[in-house]
């Protein structure tokens, strides 16, 4: 099971607004609603920012919303703050891995 | 509140054996699949595999099957992951993390291990 493609970096300057994609197949992305994203500040544990494609969990600000438009899942960022300077990796079930779950390969967001 | 909390950092030297923990708490620890997440030096994140506490079902991902063993004593809800022989390639954290219905969503603080000479 190949991992999921995201781009390496993308950046952007305070307030702006910024959109990670996440590329898959129909056999993962494209065929299930079950997309999620992950922020990872360095040395700390990943942190679940959007479930099932669009979905945020409690605590986690509105500025952070995901979609999804055949095998590619985005997640966007709006009113890009510092604290939102970090890696953040997609992940989604598959029907192609006993495990049923991958994870994107990864992008570093920079706030200019 | 739920929580994992793992073993703390370990350095091993090439060839020796090595078990890590996972204890949570905050949940009914049976009820919930349980994995371990591998995080290389500057890398992304690898899924290892994942064990149902409750009947010990137990999935591995392919490039981790025969390398590593995952348990769980539910008594005292805990996972485990396990090496017989690590080597140096093995140098990584790894995190437990909680499959729950809105994602993976509670991880342990993770655990480092170094392996080296």
Redesign the interface.
């Known amino acids: 099971?190949s991992?999921l493609t995201q781009p390496a970096s993308v950046s952007g300057s305070p307030g702006q607004s910024i959109t990670i994609s996440c590329t898959g197949t129909s056999s993962d992305v494209g065929g299930y609603n079950?997309v999620?994203w992950?922020q990872?500040h360095p040395g700390k544990?990943?942190?679940?920012m959007i479930?099932?494609v669009s979905?945020r969990?409690s605590g986690v600000s509105n500025r952070f919303s995901g979609s999804k438009s055949g095998n590619t899942a985005s997640l966007t960022i709006s009113g890009l703050q510092a604290e939102d300077e970090a890696d953040y990796?997609c992940?989604s079930y598959t029907s192609s891995?006993?495990?049923n779950?991958?994870?994107?390969?990864?992008t570093k967001v920079t706030v200019l | 509140e739920v929580q994992l909390v793992q073993s703390g950092a370990e350095v091993k030297k090439p060839g020796e054996s090595l078990k890590i923990s996972c204890k949570g708490s905050g949940y009914s620890f049976t009820s919930y699949w349980i994995?371990w997440v591998r995080q290389m030096p500057g890398k992304?994140?690898?899924?290892m595999?994942?064990i149902y506490p409750g009947d010990s079902d137990t999935?591995?991902?392919?490039s981790f099957q025969g390398q590593v063993t995952i348990s769980a004593d539910k008594s005292i809800s805990t996972a485990y992951l396990q090496w017989s022989s690590l080597k140096a390639s093995d140098t990584a954290m790894y995190?437990c993390?909680r499959?729950g219905i809105?994602?993976?969503?509670y991880?342990?603080?993770?655990t480092l291990v170094t392996v080296s000479s």
């Open positions: 099971q991992a079950y999620s992950y990872q544990a990943p942190k679940l479930y099932d979905n969990p990796y992940s891995s006993t495990l779950y991958v994870f994107g390969t990864g | 994995g992304g994140l690898e899924w595999g994942i999935r591995y991902s392919p995190y993390a499959r809105q994602g993976t969503d991880w342990g603080q993770g």
